[in-house]
């Protein structure tokens, strides 16, 4: 059977990919994770993602490598903070808020927005990679500050980009979300992963 290494250090990857029940490693890639000028939240999701893998798999090229990758992407809104945010494309970049102040920006910038999560996924073996993006659309509603700072305070979302936790109480904060799988937005798309990996020779996902 193919060894499988998850090419990140993510938490919340690795209690995703557990659900496929595969044995499999993790192994944090060493990457810049810096955006490239006029690039897309998608485009730079995938390359990310495909940029991961191939470093891991330089490390353990008989592997089977996931790399996976997750921008957070809105419209530029000149009325809002943009701490923690990067400008590209017309676009605004969210990253991990990082800190308690942080949190209370992003979420201050994207209340009654809409906000697109790209999850990027990229499968390597054997010399070829294959990779998607799968996009997940976040409408929040009207959120008042006591509102944020309870919520901040209670989930702590300080390492997530958009600063809240979709698996805790920050469900509670959206009016809408528009997905073909549930848990692309938490960070690792399972449902198409499981395809690539049922293609890979032998099969690695539950068929």
Not at 60 to 65: H, K, L, R, V, Y
């Amino acid at each position: 059977m193919n060894k499988l290494i998850l090419a990140s250090s993510s938490h919340y990857r690795k209690l995703l990919l557990e659900r496929l029940q595969l044995p499999f490693s993790c192994h944090s890639p060493n990457v810049d994770e810096a955006h490239l000028e006029g690039e897309t939240g998608a485009q730079m999701a995938e390359r990310l993602a495909i940029r991961k893998a191939q470093a891991v798999a330089a490390l353990f090229p008989d592997a089977a490598i996931i790399g996976s990758d997750q921008v957070a992407e809105l419209l530029p809104d000149t009325t809002h903070s943009q701490q923690a945010s990067q400008r590209t494309a017309g676009h605004i970049i969210l990253g991990k808020p990082l800190t308690h102040g942080g949190a209370i920006a992003q979420l201050r910038q994207q209340s009654g927005r809409t906000l697109s999560f790209h999850s990027g996924v990229a499968v390597m073996h054997q010399g070829l990679i294959k990779s998607f993006v799968d996009t997940t659309e976040v409408d929040f509603r009207e959120l008042t500050d006591e509102e944020i700072e309870q919520y901040v305070q209670r989930d702590q979302p300080y390492d997530c980009a958009g600063s809240f936790k979709a698996e805790s109480l920050g469900i509670t904060l959206f009016r809408a979300i528009r997905s073909d799988d549930p848990t692309s937005l938490i960070g690792l798309p399972l449902i198409r992963l499981s395809a690539l990996l049922r293609e890979l020779s032998p099969p690695l996902a539950f068929k």
